[in-house]
């Protein structure tokens, strides 16, 4: 691991009661290692797990466990506390933590200085499977991304109880290496267009064709441009997602408005990630009425809409062009074939209609071709995919 150039001097380490308690102590001595001053709050339950006299020979510092507790306050209360921190990481986050900070419960020094804590934070979940696929779980941790919480994991495989599924915390290097990632302005100068989202084909004033894009891949990727130090334009089709802060957004419906956004700006941008879902088709005919039934069969015919990305691989200058491939079958070849026949410098491919990841779904997983070259990035929370996709074109630029 590369040694800390970042921002990030002070973490406040939050380790909640469970078996991944342990991974914590790998943990807080690999930030250690990037010079970070740690600082530990620990809960009750998770000090049947590790004591508090581990994490403070590990780190240099007491630990802090009481909200009341008097000596502590006079030493340092929970608001200063909060506010010396550069970032809080919660690892690992318990189900019971994970539902505590969803709805402002603040009941003890972790869950009250959560709410108190104006930095970035960051959890990893470390649970069973069966907790995290849990209805109510999964919508705490929806509630946690909207209030901007950065996730990371978890990772599947064994389980300390012998199942064998997704929930286990994931591993202190990958931590480590995803908060360094989060200070890194890796990106900075640079100037970043992505697209996002479906495009809208309109076929009369109420009906349309368009597909099953959320937006949260291309949303995610500029957040984490933006995080990196690029400044960012997000072009986006129709979504369900609140505009991303600090980023400069154009709205748009149609594939043709999205390449009347993309095409005349792109010769501006350092990097252009065509991320969006934008339709091949669009009705000839757009009827100004709502087309009513008429027998039991009828035909629309369409013609093709504009290739944005292969044409914006042929502008002169022209940015460095990601594309991206949604497939259900045959992966390499059509991201391959893709790849050179649109001139791209670089693919993200996915298989969607799976049980996990793709459309409308806050995972995913990715393999990545370039001429000469490949990566596998396994599933993982899309914030944290895009910040690894990232970091991969940051790599290619300098090339």
Not at 71 to 78: I, Q, T, V
């Amino acid at each position: 691991m590369k040694p800390n150039n970042t921002s990030l001097q002070k973490i406040l380490l939050g380790v909640s009661g469970g078996i991944a308690c342990y991974k914590s102590c790998a943990l807080v001595r690999l930030l250690k290692q990037q010079h970070i001053d740690v600082r530990v709050v620990l809960t009750e339950a998770a000090s049947h797990f590790v004591t508090p006299l581990t994490f403070q020979a590990l780190t240099g510092h007491p630990v802090h466990q009481h909200l009341l507790d008097a000596d502590e306050e006079n030493a340092m209360g929970h608001i200063r506390l909060a506010k010396w921190a550069d970032h809080l990481l919660i690892a690992p986050a318990t189900s019971n933590i994970i539902a505590k900070f969803s709805h402002g419960i603040a009941d003890d020094l972790l869950t009250t200085l959560y709410l108190a804590a104006d930095c970035p934070v960051t959890i990893a979940p470390a649970m069973n499977q069966a907790m995290w696929k849990k209805p109510v779980c999964q919508d705490n941790i929806r509630r946690l991304r909207q209030h901007g919480v950065n996730i990371i994991g978890p990772d599947n495989g064994q389980q300390a109880c012998g199942d064998i599924g997704p929930g286990r915390m994931s591993e202190p290097e990958q931590i480590c290496q995803y908060l360094l990632a989060q200070e890194n302005l890796y990106l900075k100068d640079k100037k970043i267009l992505i697209s996002a989202g479906p495009t809208r084909e309109a076929i009369d004033p109420v009906r349309y064709i368009s597909n099953r894009s959320s937006g949260k891949m291309g949303y995610a990727l500029a957040q984490a441009a933006e995080k990196a130090g690029a400044e960012v334009t997000l072009v986006s089709g129709p979504t369900h997602l609140a505009p991303p802060e600090r980023i400069q957004m154009i709205a748009v419906e149609s594939a043709e408005q999205m390449a009347q956004a993309i095409i005349p700006i792109a010769s501006q941008f350092d990097v252009y990630i065509g991320a969006a879902a934008v339709a091949d088709y669009r009705p000839i005919r757009v009827e100004d009425r709502k087309i009513k039934k008429q027998g039991t069969n009828t035909h629309i015919e369409l013609k093709q809409n504009p290739d944005i990305i292969a044409a914006v691989a042929k502008l002169t200058p022209r940015p460095f062009v990601v594309g991206f491939a949604a497939e259900t079958h045959d992966l390499e070849n059509y991201a391959k074939n893709k790849l050179s026949d649109k001139n791209l410098d670089l693919i993200a491919a996915n298989i969607v209609g799976q049980s996990r990841g793709g459309f409308d779904s806050d995972e995913n997983a990715l393999r990545v071709f370039w001429p000469g070259g490949q990566h596998t990035f396994p599933m993982t929370d899309k914030r944290h995919l895009a910040d690894q996709l990232l970091q991969l074109i940051a790599t290619k630029l300098d090339e």
